[in-house]
């Protein structure tokens, strides 16, 4: 006896990326992986559908029914998971990530991986979904006006791939799987970027702020020195405030991917997105480089200082504590 594909429903017409992306990850799901998309705003068809997003006018989770253009609706993550601190309105990407992310991620990194699940979860909703669900129902990126706007986003991408205005040979639904084929090769890989290499890097960032803050000279009880180079901001941040240490550490050194440098790098002030720095290296060494910067400094070595200051290079790991610790004994008398 042949088993009937289950069916997914969502709106035909302009495809955008909130149920581009929900479609995608709906069959990622064992129940869903072999279903039908289909793409109607015809009611007596989607009332055919197993699961329906995007369209309908109807949320409910009991009923598999998740659009969120109705006027009463207001979800957020936090509203629906009381856990979770985000407040940006759902989109239908942003519900059916709700209710099944966690099953969609176990799928992906293994029961073997089960301790990471919820950093995971929160982190693909931080850095994937949710500008997605912002995008999609209008939600400013910030309070007043914007300086420049972002067209290269997900969001974007995908609306790119709809045939243009003039456009009148075309597969609308080979476009709309052309679609989800390029948000999942994306969610797959972002998926992998923060199971294989963000989170092991925390136990470096640990390892390097217990060294500073135990450290015996101090020259170093400010300065944080990694290992190696890895993606450490994201943790910095996260263990200084549960260290309740925060603004103690001003820079933070790293040996260059190529290993011929060793970087000095001020600290983003407040978090990682923000370009002002706790602490910029020296005023003077800003845009200077090699043999001028090192005469300048008196620190042998030096490579380059960035004109705004935010990292610096000197080709031993000497010498890039000695431009940190310059800085930060300069600062105590500006």
Not at 180 to 185: D, N, P, R
Not at 253 to 268: A, Y
Request: glycine content about 6%; overall charge negative; some cysteine.
């Amino acid at each position: 006896m042949s088993v009937v594909p289950k069916k997914i429903g969502t709106h035909n017409g302009v495809f955008h990326c909130d149920e581009v992306v929900a479609c995608n990850l709906l069959k990622r799901l064992p129940e869903y992986k072999d279903a039908e998309i289909v793409r109607t705003r015809d009611p007596k068809v989607l009332e055919t559908c197993d699961i329906v997003v995007d369209v309908g006018a109807i949320y409910d989770h009991e009923k598999k029914r998740y659009d969120h253009h109705q006027r009463e609706f207001n979800e957020t993550l936090k509203s629906i998971r009381p856990d979770k601190p985000f407040e940006i309105k759902l989109s239908s990407a942003g519900l059916v990530f709700c209710h099944y992310g966690e099953q969609i991620l176990r799928g992906m990194i293994g029961k073997e991986n089960e301790s990471l699940l919820d950093i995971l979860y929160n982190k693909m909703y931080e850095t994937f979904v949710m500008e997605i669900d912002g995008i999609d129902n209008g939600v400013n990126i910030c309070d007043g006006e914007q300086r420049y706007q972002i067209h290269t986003n997900l969001s974007s991408r995908v609306g790119h791939l709809n045939p243009s205005w003039n456009e009148t040979d075309f597969d609308e639904n080979a476009l709309f799987r052309a679609a989800m084929a390029m948000v999942g090769a994306e969610f797959d890989e972002r998926v992998r970027y923060y199971s294989t290499a963000w989170w092991p890097a925390r136990s470096i960032v640990q390892e390097a702020i217990n060294k500073c803050l135990n450290s015996s000279d101090p020259k170093l009880k400010q300065i944080a020195i990694f290992d190696q180079c890895c993606p450490w901001k994201d943790h910095f941040y996260s263990i200084e405030e549960e260290m309740q240490i925060e603004d103690k550490i001003k820079f933070v050194i790293f040996e260059s991917s190529d290993k011929q440098t060793w970087r000095v790098q001020g600290i983003p002030k407040g978090n990682a997105r923000s370009f002002v720095l706790r602490l910029p290296l020296h005023e003077k060494w800003r845009g200077v480089r090699d043999e001028d910067l090192s005469s300048i400094s008196g620190i042998e070595g030096c490579v380059f200082v960035h004109a705004s200051g935010f990292i610096g290079g000197n080709k031993t790991l000497e010498g890039a504590i000695e431009m940190a610790w310059q800085t930060i004994e300069k600062s105590k008398t500006d």
